[in-house]
């Protein structure tokens, strides 16, 4: 079995869930169950990590299904998470003219909030158990909203390698932390293995949102350096340079927002292959925390190796060296 194989499995289950979800809602506002469900057919993720919480949960009990109203949880609070994302770049968010960009906003925050509560409400729990679930996503949203900020505040003049995992582990962790933390809280898993899932969501988010970072370059969109984003690569380079070459790429980061030239220069920089086989190792010593994690937690002998496939998905080094002739390479 692959994590896609789960998915396969349990897609139409999940959406039957969300389907669930908004004919409630349509029972108070059927104008803003309309515009949801434009939202989420106009918005779909391109990866199937709804699977996560599966995991998690047939981790600890043998048994994916019962968390299947957690993944279209996490399904509703990443579509809208994600075109919060897209409102805040400088390009926008584009529907299709679905909807418009501000009936899309306020969608966004019905699907990202009210409708996982409501599932989470509808579930037969413990009441500390349903308040522990509605507590994660409170402060799922409170850690990722703050680690989005952080990210768009990004500074290059003063970014490292560890500023932003720091920044990766709010934006990217904690909503992956969250939604690992709520699976092993529905399994009924003791309080420690809780944190130690939420743990391992926060590595996972790490290492997701650095296989995003690459897919964002592959695809030539080059979206972080348009937005002057400073990611982990871009932050890698910086703090290998020599002083006088700092300068450089500072000047670079500064221009590609407007300029296409500047922009193609820094991505060979990027591509360099010093550059590359240093990013290759920290991919893997990531990768091997999230190996580690999942050794300490043990479990079910069918769906772990399902997960640390995943994690070796989210591993993978997408970027090819680029020469760079030898006039522009600075690192020190």
């Not at 908004?22 to 506002?29: D, E, I, M, P």
């Not at 934006?171 to 939420?198: C, D, N, Y």
């Not at 989210?314 to 760079?324: F, G, I, K, Y």
Request: charged share 25%; hydrophobic share 40%; aromatic share 6%.
């Amino acid at each position: 079995m692959s994590y896609l194989d789960l998915h396969r499995e349990v897609s139409q289950d999940i959406d039957a869930e969300i389907d669930t979800a908004l004919a409630q809602l349509g029972t108070l506002a059927s104008t803003t169950r309309n515009s949801v469900a434009r939202l989420l057919e106009h918005r779909k993720l391109r990866h199937p990590l709804s699977v996560l919480p599966l995991l998690t949960h047939a981790i600890e009990t043998g048994n994916p299904k019962p968390a299947i109203p957690l993944s279209a949880v996490h399904l509703l609070w990443w579509t809208s998470a994600c075109y919060l994302d897209d409102l805040a770049d400088a390009d926008g968010a584009s529907i299709s003219g679905a909807l418009t960009e501000n009936e899309a906003l306020l969608a966004s925050v019905i699907t990202g909030n009210s409708l996982p509560i409501q599932i989470l409400l509808a579930q037969d729990l413990p009441d500390s158990a349903r308040s522990a679930l509605i507590t994660e996503v409170l402060n799922g949203w409170i850690i990722g909203v703050d680690g989005q900020i952080e990210d768009m505040r990004g500074e290059i003049h003063t970014a490292s390698r560890k500023s932003v995992v720091e920044t990766y582990r709010g934006k990217s962790g904690a909503p992956f932390g969250m939604i690992t933390a709520m699976a092993a809280i529905f399994s009924g898993t003791t309080a420690e293995k809780v944190e130690l899932w939420r743990e391992f969501g926060y590595v996972f988010g790490i290492l997701w949102q650095i296989f995003n970072d690459q897919e964002d370059i592959l695809s030539g969109r080059n979206e972080d350096l348009r937005n002057g984003t400073v990611t982990y690569l871009l932050a890698s380079v910086v703090e290998d340079a020599s002083p006088d070459f700092r300068e450089h790429v500072f000047g670079l980061w500064t221009a590609s927002r407007r300029s296409y030239q500047a922009r193609t220069e820094l991505e060979r920089l990027l591509r360099a292959p010093a550059t590359l086989d240093r990013y290759r190792a920290e991919i893997d010593t990531f990768r091997a925390e999230g190996h580690r994690i999942l050794d300490e937690l043990g479990g079910d002998r069918t769906y772990s190796p399902v997960l640390r496939h995943l994690v070796d998905h989210a591993s993978q080094m997408l970027l090819e060296t680029d020469l760079v002739p030898a006039a522009v390479s600075g690192a020190a």
